[in-house]
């Protein structure tokens, strides 16, 4: 086990007790940080500190562990500077499947390599980090919290800029983790379509998923 429970001062109201809150051993974050520095160029790097902070703020709002939010944001971005080619590579060598989408956007491969690079890298993780590294690209059906909390501070992390993020990180606190989550989901869909992307089908699965059970959600409270 490589966490430890520690007191500590929430930065926002928590939806959870804050006694209960974990942090990773600092030896192991140091680690993780270390490599990370190697592994990455510098903007990297950069982002996943931003990511990682933002993501365990998004963690101690909504109940998410802090401190799994805090690990899996450093990590996501885990293989974010391997080249095209680097990244079929190692999607062969892990037994992922290249399918003619990847091979049309070999970027979202580096959610699955690095996930499965980050779980030979570090196999005292538990499992749910693996997954949200994996899911913070195109995600899956279903998201845990810990995969929406990572994709939500993916994209809105400080060193971010795109029209109007900050009127997403206004509505932390203010709207619900699963609204956030859509909205978030909303923009990357709105912006592979306005470019001309290729999307991978998984996106839509996602989609239909959120827009169900939004509806199953309205259908209770009404
Ligand atoms: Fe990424
Ligand atoms: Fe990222």
Redesign the pocket.
């Known amino acids: 086990m490589t966490k430890t429970r520690t007191k500590k001062e929430p930065a926002h109201e928590p939806a959870h007790d804050a006694a209960d809150e974990a942090t990773y051993d600092a030896a192991l974050v140091e680690r993780i940080e270390r490599a990370l520095a190697e592994r990455l160029d510098k903007t990297g790097y950069r982002?996943?500190l931003g990511?990682a902070t933002m993501a365990q703020s998004l963690g101690t709002i909504y109940g998410v562990d802090a401190a799994d939010c805090f690990v899996a944001g450093l990590l996501?971005?885990w293989d974010?500077c391997r080249t095209h080619k680097q990244l079929i590579k190692s999607a062969k060598k892990h037994g992922i499947k290249v399918t003619k989408v990847m091979r049309a956007r070999p970027r979202l491969l580096h959610a699955h390599t690095g996930a499965a690079e980050v779980a030979l890298a570090f196999p005292e993780l538990e499992p749910q980090i693996i997954q949200a590294v994996k899911n913070?690209t195109v995600g899956s059906v279903p998201m845990s919290d810990l995969d929406k909390v990572v994709y939500i501070a993916?994209m809105i992390e400080p060193g971010r800029e795109f029209r109007k993020i900050q009127d997403f990180r206004e509505r932390i606190g203010v709207d619900s983790l699963d609204d956030i989550f859509l909205r978030c989901y909303r923009q990357s869909l709105r912006h592979l379509i306005e470019n001309d992307k290729v999307i991978h089908p998984n996106t839509f699965k996602v989609w239909n998923w959120l827009q169900l059970a939004m509806r199953d959600a309205a259908a209770r409270d009404a």
């Open positions: 982002h996943s990511t996501h971005d974010r913070h993916d």
